[in-house]
């Protein structure tokens, strides 16, 4: 039914990776976190590491992008087991869309119940400014409107039925909670959420692409995350997500402005230090009261 060029894991590989990790680590990971470009450094705040580099891990994918390691940790956060991957993977490095999503069936099957991902966003809401952290709200899946999902092909029920919602896929209490923690350490000021639009890249989006995205009802643009909330849906995973706006999308025909990756890591620099304290602490309050 499906064609032979379908490029998808079965539940088995996925489970044979699941268990050569959870072979060589006594952590049981609850959190699965995604670092994006230039946050890796929540990786490293983690506490008795296990690491694992990719090229190491059966079936999984290379990183090819700068401030993207290409490693997996193991440990704890604030004494929570944790694990997480210190850097991603995009359409544009030329992986087949479930590959670029493997991570989030082998976090399941690891026995993680929620996923934080992180990434850099070029901000199209003219309200936002370099530096602000946006709580994602919803999604915009460009490549999924051209037929590009990673759900296509088989669907193996152990995982998740086939039609699954995605008017729900950002959990209400985690925004809410990101929301608090915000604004308990002082960041109410860049704190701010939004609906985020994926697109493949790697080319940055033209003026006219900035207009109509906005026009749409993005308040950010970038080139992850939208695949890894639908595989992380679809197999029953809590998901959060934020964006850290590290440019500004260039809206104007009068601008000198130019979209770089310099720039967005070096964005992700200066804010890393806020943005590792609100996901810590987050994940130590997850699982009590009301955030449950
Ligand atoms: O992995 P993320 O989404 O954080 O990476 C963004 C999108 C591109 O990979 C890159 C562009 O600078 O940053």
């Not at 268990?19 to 990971?29: D, E, K, N, S």
């Not at 450094?41 to 059966?58: E, H, S």
């Not at 290409?70 to 544009?92: I, N, S, W």
């Not at 493997?102 to 003219?126: S, Y």
Request: proline share 4%; with cysteine; charged share 20%.
């Amino acid at each position: 039914m499906f064609p032979e060029s379908h490029t998808g894991y079965s539940y088995e590989d996925c489970m044979a990776t699941a268990v050569w990790l959870l072979a060589q680590t006594a952590v049981r990971p609850l959190v699965g976190i995604v670092c994006g470009s230039g946050l890796g450094g929540l990786a490293d705040m983690l506490k008795d590491q296990v690491v694992f580099n990719y090229r190491d891990i059966p079936n999984f994918p290379q990183s090819t992008v700068h401030g993207h390691a290409g490693r997996l940790v193991f440990g704890t956060l604030k004494g929570r087991p944790c694990v997480c991957m210190q850097g991603r993977f995009h359409l544009y490095e030329g992986y087949p869309i479930q590959k670029i999503t493997l991570p989030m069936r082998i976090f399941k099957l690891l026995g993680v119940e929620t996923v934080i991902l992180t990434n850099a966003a070029g901000g199209l809401n003219q309200d936002f400014k370099v530096g602000d952290i946006m709580i994602i709200k919803d999604h915009l899946n460009m490549p999924g409107f051209a037929g590009n999902n990673p759900l296509i092909g088989p669907n193996d029920e152990r995982f998740g039925v086939r039609f699954p919602c995605m008017s729900d896929a950002y959990d209400r209490e985690l925004q809410q909670l990101a929301m608090d923690v915000g604004v308990e350490l002082g960041y109410g000021d860049f704190l701010k959420e939004g609906v985020y639009c994926v697109l493949g890249g790697p080319s940055f989006e033209t003026i006219a692409e900035c207009r109509m995205l906005h026009k749409l009802g993005a308040d950010a643009v970038g080139m992850s995350t939208v695949h890894e909330v639908i595989v992380a849906r679809h197999c029953g995973m809590r998901v959060f997500a934020l964006s850290l706006i590290t440019n500004k999308a260039v809206m104007d025909y009068d601008s000198e402005e130019k979209a770089n990756h310099e720039e967005v890591l070096e964005t992700g620099k200066q804010r890393a230090e806020q943005l590792e304290r609100l996901v810590s602490t987050m994940v130590t309050r997850i699982g009590h009261n009301n955030y449950s």
